[in-house]
């Protein structure tokens, strides 16, 4: 079984005055063919050149080093939707789901590290605001955010059950105060209000008055509400999200292509779901990410649940979201990493990465050296947030002796003998 608890990055001493904010990448292999030496400083990639031309280049000594040969270096993905509240409930056997803050924010904690052991750097957490929970869970996932800064990057996402009639008085209010608390963006499900476009208003009316992007979760089963949402939406700046839009995928073809063009017009990002669902949607089922990436729509991926009730195996892995739109629904592994990695990164406002000089350097390494092969068995992973090394995953597969191995001359991987 991997090892996915973080270690520290094998270095090497150079000679002359190490700068010791700078880590040296050694030998790693890029989607281009390209193998190459990466090296990082101040949180982002300084320089990227030929294998070997970094170390000792005459402007100074690396801090250190990892050696990254037999590794594919891509930009990290980024986890655009996770339940950080409910994640690793599904064993609570002993009654509801706790709500307790030391509870969630253990929860929450744990299951971003595991997120991060599988390369993502960033997360947009969904969490519940009103109801029984108030705003507790609100407050443990920030909590959790601030002792993981450094490791990976958490927003949250207020989402409040009602905010339409006399009981979204009250919604209203909470969703205010989760802003003042610290939540970034307003979501919610407006599929659950007896008034969905009420919802939907009073979403995109608060996010106006607090500058704040809008994440809704929606079946997206009925067009016409889709195409009042992506008129009263269109324009809106910092952005409106929609996910899981399963239902797009059992509408009309005519229908659901008439409305991708209407969400691609309006600027929309969809976040689809292809590892499962989550409890902020009825039915399960993926959109339809072609139709949408040919209207023209950003096509981002998440992982939805995490081991709660709503999907009590969710394993939270971007590559195994991007191993499912490239074996089930048909994309490039190019196109199929980018809805994890650059589509996900934008869906959250942040900053575009490539294996080039400037850009940030939030990067993952995964044993391999062509991404579909990656994509198919990424079991060992480094993981590189703000320029320095903050996860490992190792796996070592070994066989006992045998005449297939040493016949065929195939690579063997092992630390002892097998009896």
Avoid: W
Avoid at 154 to 168: Q, S
Avoid at 321 to 347: I, K, N, Q, T, W
């Amino acid at each position: 079984m991997p090892d996915s608890q973080p270690q520290p990055p094998p270095s090497s001493s150079s000679p002359g005055p190490a700068d010791p904010g700078s880590l040296l990448l050694c030998g790693a292999h890029l989607t281009d063919g390209r193998t190459v030496d990466v090296r990082l400083s101040g949180g982002r990639i300084e320089a990227v050149g030929t294998a070997g031309s970094l170390t000792g280049d005459g402007t100074r000594a690396c801090g250190s080093r990892v050696d990254l040969g037999g590794y594919l270096l891509l930009p990290a993905p980024a986890e655009p939707h996770a339940h950080a509240d409910t994640a690793l409930s599904a064993d609570d056997r002993d009654g509801p789901v706790s709500y307790a803050a030391e509870d969630v924010q253990r929860r929450a904690t744990e299951a971003a590290l595991l997120q991060l052991g599988h390369g993502a750097t960033a997360l947009r957490a969904h969490v519940r605001v009103g109801d029984v929970q108030e705003l507790n869970a609100l407050a443990a996932v920030l909590q959790a955010r601030r002792s993981l800064r450094g490791l990976t990057e958490l927003t949250t996402v207020a989402m409040p059950r009602l905010l339409t009639g006399v009981a979204g008085v009250d919604g209203l209010a909470v969703l205010r105060d989760a802003l003042k608390m610290g939540a970034s963006v307003v979501g919610g499900c407006p599929d659950l209000d007896p008034d969905p476009t009420g919802y939907v208003e009073a979403v995109l009316e608060v996010a106006s008055e607090h500058g704040c992007p809008v994440d809704l979760h929606t079946d997206a089963t009925d067009p016409a509400r889709l195409s009042r949402l992506a008129a009263m939406a269109g324009g809106l700046r910092p952005g409106v999200t929609l996910s899981p839009c399963g239902g797009l995928g059992r509408l009309p073809a005519d229908v659901a292509a008439r409305t991708a063009d209407q969400l691609a017009a309006a600027g929309i990002t969809v976040v689809c779901l292809p590892q499962g669902g989550c409890g902020g949607a009825e039915r399960r089922g993926t959109a339809p990410v072609r139709l949408l990436r040919a209207a023209g729509v950003r096509v981002a991926a998440g992982s939805g649940a995490l081991q709660d009730v709503s999907n009590p195996v969710g394993r939270g892995d971007p590559f195994e979201a991007a191993f499912l739109l490239a074996s089930r629904h048909g994309l490039r592994p190019e196109d199929a990493y980018d809805c994890v990695s650059a589509s996900a990164r934008a869906a959250l406002g942040l900053p575009e990465v490539r294996v080039e000089a400037g850009f940030p350097a939030e990067l993952l390494a995964v044993r391999g050296e062509r991404l579909a092969s990656a994509l198919s068995l990424a079991y060992s992973r480094i993981v590189v947030h703000r320029g320095r090394v903050v996860a490992r995953t190792s796996a070592v597969r070994e066989y006992c002796d045998s005449a297939a191995t040493a016949e065929l001359g195939l690579p063997r991987q092992g630390r002892g003998e097998l009896s």
